[in-house]
């Protein structure tokens, strides 16, 4: 089993910025694909915001590109979310997942809130 504990989430204004952190712990040998989804207010689906390998090949949505960078410490088992010119429609519950072998874990999630 894996443990996913995310941190970082809160309000802030648009055009401002948060970092998230997603910390594993548990039976973490093994992670390779660590990302984030986020599932905005009223929308049953969650969609992909950035993906990053264990050897840091990342893919990002393209709502996110060029304002989201995702990194990892693969020391700390701990993947990162810079969220920068943030916009009210990235509101959402934030999701980290991890991937052991073909086995995904979840996060419980964290907050985002951007006021316009």
């Known amino acids: 089993q894996v443990q996913l504990g995310e941190s970082g989430g809160g309000l802030v204004q648009a055009g401002g910025s948060l970092r998230l952190s997603c910390a594993a712990s548990?039976?973490?040998?093994?992670?390779?694909?660590m990302d984030w989804y986020r599932q905005a207010p009223g929308k049953q689906q969650r969609e992909l915001v950035a993906?990053?390998?264990?050897?840091?090949?990342?893919t990002y949505g393209d709502s996110v590109k060029g304002r989201f960078t995702i990194s990892r410490d693969n020391a700390k088992n701990t993947v990162y979310l810079q969220m920068s010119s943030l916009k009210p429609e990235d509101t959402a519950v934030y999701y980290c997942?991890?991937?052991?072998?073909?086995?995904?874990?979840w996060g419980q999630g964290t907050q985002v809130t951007v006021s316009s």
């Open positions: 997942r991890a991937f052991v072998g073909l086995q995904p874990y």
């Open positions: 548990g039976s973490i040998f093994g992670i390779n694909v």
């Open positions: 993906q990053i390998t264990r050897g840091g090949i990342t």
